[in-house]
């Protein structure tokens, strides 16, 4: 095992292309950390990349990745930071090598090499252990996360009778047609009915319409995004969803449906297309993301641990500060668009 004083970060030597064919060797490797969502996030985010070998002496043991974003002028590095619609990104390293160490080595070169005040990150091989003492604080986020290894019934029987597998049944019997997507279309299909579902709670979407064009510009000419579309019998297209995946992992990224039309359950049916899509291609794990609701689906429940470290103790009060902000002013801003909604309604009537 490598000890914390052995191991230090430098900049990887060579273009994120090149960088690619390096993740590629890596057994647990996953979407988040490809060259194409990294693009994504820079893009989406005006960031910069950052990829970084972390050496032990000589030798490379392992990579880094994220991106700095400036915020009122400070530089923030994140893997990933919150608000990307990234679940994470992280180091990779070969076995036996420290996290621990790895961790301590990235802080460094982050605080005192990329001169930024703050570090987030996100990686599932990192527990709470590897991290001890080392100042970080964390969040932890429960997702849950099905088996795909399974034969499909098998996968099937594990749904909720009741609130998933009945509304599978019911959909299909009601003529539900579900599709595969790849065209331009489909990001005004979603960001419409992602409206509305936030519109329920006098919210609005977290992010514009222009992230998802961008997702779809960098991932679907890799084969590692599948879009999905619901179409009712008459062909009116009523939900849609938001896969990515990679080797052994699948994601569910997003999904947006009309309310008035719950009755079709497009929802389930869309999330078990999903399912069987990427068991077809040799996915092993299926990820549903947080939220009670995905209970019914079968998956296990996973945690994970948002970390995060400043440089300075003002920072965290700062960032907990923003985040509250932002919510106060989502909150404002569905308030203001239900009620433009109802104005405008009532000029009609």
Same mark, same amino acid.
């Given at each position: 095992?490598?000890? !914390?004083?052995?191991?230090?970060?430098?900049?990887?030597? =060579?273009?994120?292309?090149?960088? =690619?064919?390096?993740?590629?060797?890596?057994?647990?490797?996953?979407?988040?950390?490809?060259?194409?969502?990294?693009?994504?996030?820079?893009?989406?985010?005006?960031?910069?990349?950052?990829?970084?070998?972390?050496?032990?002496?000589?030798?490379?043991?392992?990579?880094?990745?994220?991106?700095?974003?400036?915020?009122?002028?400070?530089?923030?590095? *994140?893997?990933?930071?919150?608000?990307?619609?990234?679940?994470?990104?992280?180091?990779?390293?070969?076995?036996?090598?420290?996290?621990?160490?790895?961790?301590?080595?990235?802080?460094?070169?982050?605080?005192?090499?990329?001169?930024?005040?703050?570090?987030?990150?996100?990686?599932?091989?990192?527990?709470?252990?590897?991290?001890?003492?080392?100042?970080?604080?964390?969040?932890?986020?429960?997702?849950?996360?099905?088996?795909?290894?399974?034969?499909?019934?098998?996968?099937?029987?594990?749904?909720? !009778? !009741?609130?998933?597998?009945?509304?599978?049944?019911?959909?299909?019997?009601?003529?539900?047609?579900?599709?595969?997507?790849?065209?331009?279309?489909?990001?005004?299909?979603?960001?419409?009915?992602?409206?509305?579902?936030?519109?329920?709670?006098?919210?609005?979407?977290?992010?514009?319409?222009?992230?998802?064009?961008?997702?779809?510009?960098?991932?679907?000419?890799? =084969?590692?995004?599948?879009?999905?579309?619901?179409?009712?019998?008459? *062909?009116?297209?009523?939900?849609?969803?938001?896969?990515?995946?990679?080797?052994?992992?699948?994601?569910?990224? *997003?999904?947006? !449906?009309?309310?008035?039309?719950?009755?079709?359950?497009?929802?389930?049916?869309?999330?078990?297309?999903?399912?069987?899509?990427?068991?077809?291609?040799?996915?092993?794990?299926?990820?549903? *993301?947080?939220?009670?609701?995905?209970?019914?689906?079968?998956?296990?429940?996973?945690?994970?641990?948002?970390?995060?470290?400043?440089?300075?103790?003002?920072?965290?009060?700062?960032?907990?500060?923003?985040?509250?902000?932002?919510?106060?002013?989502?909150?404002?801003?569905?308030?203001?668009?239900?009620?433009?909604?109802?104005?405008?309604?009532?000029?009609?009537?």
């Amino acid at each position: 095992m490598t000890s !914390s004083a052995s191991l230090h970060c430098e900049p990887f030597d =060579g273009t994120l292309d090149d960088w =690619g064919e390096v993740l590629a060797g890596f057994p647990d490797r996953e979407i988040f950390q490809t060259p194409e969502w990294i693009r994504f996030v820079a893009e989406s985010q005006g960031a910069t990349p950052v990829v970084l070998a972390v050496k032990d002496h000589s030798a490379t043991v392992g990579y880094f990745t994220g991106l700095i974003v400036a915020k009122v002028g400070l530089k923030i590095l *994140g893997s990933p930071f919150t608000g990307w619609t990234t679940p994470r990104m992280g180091i990779r390293l070969l076995p036996d090598v420290s996290r621990r160490a790895a961790v301590e080595a990235v802080v460094r070169y982050a605080f005192e090499e990329l001169k930024c005040i703050h570090l987030e990150l996100n990686d599932l091989n990192i527990s709470r252990d590897d991290i001890a003492g080392l100042g970080f604080r964390y969040k932890t986020s429960q997702s849950f996360l099905a088996d795909l290894s399974a034969d499909e019934n098998a996968i099937y029987a594990r749904m909720s !009778s !009741s609130a998933c597998r009945y509304r599978i049944r019911k959909a299909a019997k009601m003529g539900l047609v579900i599709e595969e997507a790849s065209d331009e279309g489909f990001v005004d299909d979603y960001y419409a009915q992602l409206c509305d579902v936030f519109a329920k709670q006098s919210l609005v979407p977290t992010y514009d319409k222009e992230r998802i064009r961008l997702l779809i510009h960098h991932l679907l000419p890799t =084969g590692n995004l599948l879009l999905l579309r619901a179409r009712e019998p008459e *062909g009116r297209c009523i939900a849609t969803s938001i896969f990515v995946g990679l080797h052994q992992f699948a994601y569910f990224w *997003g999904n947006a !449906s009309w309310r008035q039309d719950q009755h079709f359950c497009p929802n389930e049916a869309l999330q078990w297309h999903g399912m069987k899509y990427w068991k077809q291609r040799g996915v092993r794990y299926y990820e549903f *993301g947080g939220g009670n609701y995905k209970r019914k689906y079968g998956g296990e429940v996973v945690e994970s641990d948002l970390l995060w470290k400043s440089k300075y103790s003002w920072i965290s009060w700062a960032r907990r500060t923003a985040q509250l902000g932002y919510r106060a002013r989502q909150r404002v801003a569905g308030l203001w668009k239900k009620g433009k909604s109802h104005s405008a309604s009532d000029e009609e009537t």
